[in-house]
């Protein structure tokens, strides 16, 4: 029987060294995100992937439970506390955006360098402290586009 005044446990541990210093890790957002995702949707991290995953086509992904991420996988991305408007902030400023198109990957998140099978991809995003397009707009249409290999 569980405790139910003791918190939960996040979803996922990191190893130690990657917490070394916040700016470093403001830097290696997207490749930590990459991972929590590539563990989720690999199967090693299966309650990860009821939290969230990558789309079938690899090409974004969503958030199926704004809560259990906001408990169990922030506190991993992040040495500060965050809340989930301040990983929204990351994303926007990374330059990801909020997919407005109808259809399936609606309210997905989506970066043209952030793939499911391609992860060295996301060195290719950088942090932007002064350009920021709004998060929520309109993208390709990812059904049209073959899975990533």
Partial sequence: MSNPSRAQE?????PP????CIDAQRQRFPGLLHMVLSRASSG???????IVSFQDHGRAFRIHNQEQFCERVLPVLFLEAMSWNDFLEQLRRF???????AGPDQGAF???HFSHHQPQ????????????????????NLALIHPTP
């Fill in 10 to 14: 996040p979803a996922i541990r990191l």
């Fill in 17 to 20: 060294t990657i917490s070394l």
């Fill in 44 to 50: 090693i991290d299966p309650d990860t992937e009821a």
């Fill in 95 to 101: 330059g990801f955006r909020r997919l407005t198109n």
């Fill in 110 to 112: 989506y970066h043209l």
């Fill in 121 to 140: 991809l996301a060195e290719h995003i950088v942090y932007n402290e002064t350009e920021i397009a709004p998060l929520d707009r309109p993208g390709p």
